[in-house]
């Protein structure tokens, strides 16, 4: 078995590299993967092993043709994370999300024709249906995206729905919550509370902090990727939910205690344009289909990364001069 794992230097993408490496998703224990980054500010090769023998490291952008023509021949699946995932970026540069997750993601569905590759998995998100006041969103529920980045995933998708119909690619999507854990990149908003935290900084609080989203450890979110990969049918979106709603005050607090901070640091700023009040998925498609489940407790997920992020500051310390900040 050979894969293909695009955008893999980054939070959620090397996560799910080190476990399958680590011998942890049952069947691609000898599983060969290529990594395909462009190393932006978001990608870091130290996130991946060095050196592995069933690791190769391609640094190349996915809207090269011609080298997605030179690395994917001879794999037999592509597990896509690649793409530009953060909202305040995505107001200020929207022609980059469009042109890496739309135009990005069609030209590597097109090489993964030519190289007649079998299988494609594409990592999407929850913000493609929009926000939603009350109850959950299932994958049957109409996509409204309401920023450049939500926007352009929700394009992304329906370009992976066309190949499946058109050309009967065998893919499928996840949707996913909020995803927390190590290595995530300090302009999201729970390691960018933690570092400055940690560092006697003011942490940037969105308006009243009234917005609500769910959220799921990075862990669980990649078992459930690989549980699409191995069983899940082509053509099929599959939410996946960590079940746990918090508003970003209530996220503050808790870092505010795990961290030993001082309260008076969280600091409200202007809000975010558009900014989405709530997000929730019904997951119960994953979870019936596929066994899917979150096993990581939220208090103890949360815990353990705030740990990680105090023991690894050498880490995220020089990300800070190019976080991008509320």
């Known amino acids: 078995m050979r894969l293909l794992v695009t955008g893999a230097a980054g939070f959620i993408g090397s996560f799910y590299v080190r476990a399958m490496l680590d011998g942890h998703y049952p069947g691609y224990a000898q599983a060969d993967i290529t990594v395909l980054d462009k190393l932006t500010y978001a990608g870091n090769r130290a996130n991946l092993p060095h050196r592995h023998p069933r690791l190769t490291f391609v640094q190349g952008d996915i809207c090269d043709r011609r080298l997605l023509q030179d690395v994917l021949p001879g794999h037999d699946a592509v597990v896509h994370f690649a793409g530009e995932s953060h909202v305040d970026r995505s107001l200020m540069v929207p022609g980059e999300f469009v042109r890496t997750n739309v135009l990005g993601t069609q030209t590597l569905l097109d090489a993964c024709l030519s190289a007649g590759v079998g299988r494609f998995v594409h990592v999407s998100t929850d913000e493609v249906y929009g926000s939603i ?84 450890h990075v862990a669980d979110h990649c078992r459930a990727i690989q549980l699409v990969l191995a069983r899940g049918r082509a053509g099929h979106v599959y939410n996946v939910g960590g079940g746990v709603e918090c508003t970003n005050r ?70 800070k001069t190019r976080a991008v900040t509320g």
């Open 133 to 216: 006041d009350q109850g959950s969103w299932t994958e049957d529920s109409a996509i409204s995206p309401n920023s450049p980045y939500s926007a352009s995933k929700a394009a992304s998708d329906m370009i992976v729905q066309a190949y499946v119909r058109t050309h009967r690619l065998e893919a499928s999507i996840t949707r996913c919550s909020n995803n927390y854990g190590p290595y995530q990149h300090i302009e999201k908003l729970i390691p960018r509370f933690v570092s400055n935290l940690l560092g006697g900084l003011p942490a940037p609080l969105y308006g009243q902090g009234r917005n609500i989203r769910e959220w799921v």
């Open 250 to 319: 209530e996220i503050a607090d808790l870092l505010v205690k795990l961290c030993d901070a001082d309260p008076d640091l969280v600091t409200r700023v202007p809000d975010r344009k558009g900014h989405d009040f709530r997000y929730a998925l019904d997951d119960s498609k994953i979870r019936n289909e596929l066994g899917y489940e979150p096993r990581v407790a939220f208090d103890e997920g949360m815990a353990a990364t705030v740990e990680w992020y105090r023991q690894n500051e050498s880490w995220w310390n020089p990300l």
